[in-house]
């Protein structure tokens, strides 16, 4: 299985910072990673898809970046919605997998 | 607006078989991939399976002795089976649509808690 690591596993920031959120693959995903937001007691919400492409719907401030086996998120500006938990999940190859997590939370 | 609503039997007793299904508006289950996830409380994500309609289904080999999805076109609707379940497969289960070649994880069902429990 493809194993993802997530750095930090949380991340202490105050509104307004730019953040950024680092995905790792144990082996070549291509582009093939999705970041997804999760707040507590609720589903994944998509954030990108594609490694880059941010799905609709979603504030710009967002974006992705990376390719082979090293991704990152970045919050631009990070707002009072946007604390919460954040994974990353492959599906470039079965089983699909997602990383162990980073939890934004308020500095 | 694709909406995905879980439902079944919250409490299943420790191996029996878990039963949920997931009831899909707004858009016809044809032609997309339908997975399920599930996430032990405090826990991170695991995805147990996928199916799409008319044709395969693929398990994560970590469950795959124990797991049946299905669909059935006619009601919009995906289940999922669990079968000979410990306290190990207390979890929120997820349904989710799959989208694009390869597919990504697009709309997701709000969950429903499942406990294992005599």
């Known amino acids: 299985d493809i194993q993802l690591t997530q750095s930090p596993s949380t991340l202490s920031a105050s509104v307004g910072d730019r953040v950024t959120l680092t995905c790792r693959a144990s082996?070549?995903?291509?582009?093939?990673l999705a970041w997804y937001q999760q707040k507590p007691g609720k589903a994944p919400k998509l954030l990108i898809y594609k490694a880059s492409s941010l799905e609709s719907g979603v504030p710009a401030r967002f974006s992705g970046s990376g390719s082979g086996t090293e991704f990152t998120l970045t919050i631009s500006s990070l707002q009072t919605d946007d604390f919460a938990s954040y994974y990353c999940?492959?599906?470039?190859?079965?089983?699909?997998?997602f990383g162990g997590g980073t939890t934004v939370e308020i500095k | 607006q694709v909406q995905l609503q879980e439902s079944g039997p919250r409490l299943v007793k420790p191996s029996e078989t878990l039963s949920l299904t997931c009831s899909v508006s707004?858009?016809?289950?044809?032609?997309?991939?339908w997975n399920w996830i599930r996430q032990p409380a405090g826990k991170g994500l695991e995805w147990i399976g996928r199916?799409?309609?008319?044709?395969?289904?693929r398990y994560n080999a970590s469950l795959q002795s124990r797991v049946t999805m299905s669909v059935d076109t006619s009601k919009n609707e995906l289940s999922l089976k669990v079968t000979s379940v410990a306290a190990a497969d207390t979890a929120v289960y997820f349904c989710a649509r799959g989208r694009g070649s390869p597919f990504y994880l697009d709309h997701w069902g709000q969950g429903a808690l499942v406990a294992v429990s005599s």
């Open positions: 199916i799409f309609p008319g044709g395969t289904t």
């Open positions: 999940q492959q599906y470039d190859d079965y089983p699909l997998t």
């Open positions: 707004g858009d016809s289950i044809n032609n997309y991939y």
């Open positions: 082996q070549n995903i291509n582009i093939w």
